[in-house]
T-cell receptor
């Protein structure tokens, strides 16, 4: 089955700095890669996703890049704000979804 | 808000008991998946239902079972509860079996004593 690894497990940045979270996957059949934000006491919320026929996607301060050859994808958050503080999960899917173990992002004001 | 609701929000059971968790999907979403999220971990796939039939299953024993109803509601049943079943249980719905966007509910926090 698919194996998704996510790094780092915790990330602390100053407000206004950029944050980068990286994931690798093992199954070359995976072709959909969503990123979720989970706040305390809530379910994961989709923030951005990318499909395997695209190398990069951007939505305001958030961007995701995908390298299919190397089987890795990354989340980039620019101009971080305290409300970006949460746990972020990557996932890989070819129908069934496999999640990384999460990154706890802390944005210090 | 995702339009996916779950009940109850919290639940306490004792080892050996049975539990039923409920989920209401977005209207028109005929695929629902259930996940178990242990503290500090990512969600683990339990199973998926499409048009009221289980069509995919993760690495969970048969004591985890489910139902999906025509009105876009679904249930997760767990028999013979074990201490390790303590977790956040999430349901997620999407419009089809393929690569459609998946929307999560807020989860049910289950504690097994």
């Amino acid at each position: 089955g698919e194996n998704v690894e996510q790094h780092p497990s915790t990330l602390s940045v100053q407000e206004g700095d950029s944050a980068v979270i990286k994931c690798t996957y093992s199954d070359s059949a995976s072709n959909y890669f969503p990123w979720y934000k989970q706040e305390l006491g809530k379910g994961p919320q989709l923030i951005i996703d990318i499909r395997s026929n695209v190398g990069e996607k951007k939505d305001q301060r958030i961007a995701v890049t995908l390298n299919k050859t190397a089987k890795h994808f990354s989340l980039h958050i620019t101009e971080t704000q305290p409300e970006d503080s949460a746990v972020y999960f990557c996932a890989a899917s070819e129908g069934e979804f496999y999640f990384g173990s999460g990154t706890k992002l802390n944005v210090k004001p | 808000e995702t339009g996916v609701t779950q009940s109850p929000t919290h639940l306490i059971k004792t080892r050996g008991q049975q539990v039923t968790l409920r989920c209401s999907s977005q209207s028109g979403h005929n695929t629902v998946s259930w996940y178990q999220q242990a503290l500090g971990q990512g969600p683990q796939f339990i199973f998926q239902y499409y048009r009221e039939e289980e069509n995919d299953r993760g690495n969970f024993p048969p004591r985890f079972s489910g139902l999906q109803f025509p009105n876009y509601s679904s249930e997760l049943n767990v028999n013979a509860l074990e201490l390790d079943d303590s977790a956040l249980y999430l349901c997620a719905s999407r419009a089809d079996r393929g690569l459609g966007t998946q929307y999560f509910g807020p989860g049910t926090r289950l504690l097994v004593l």
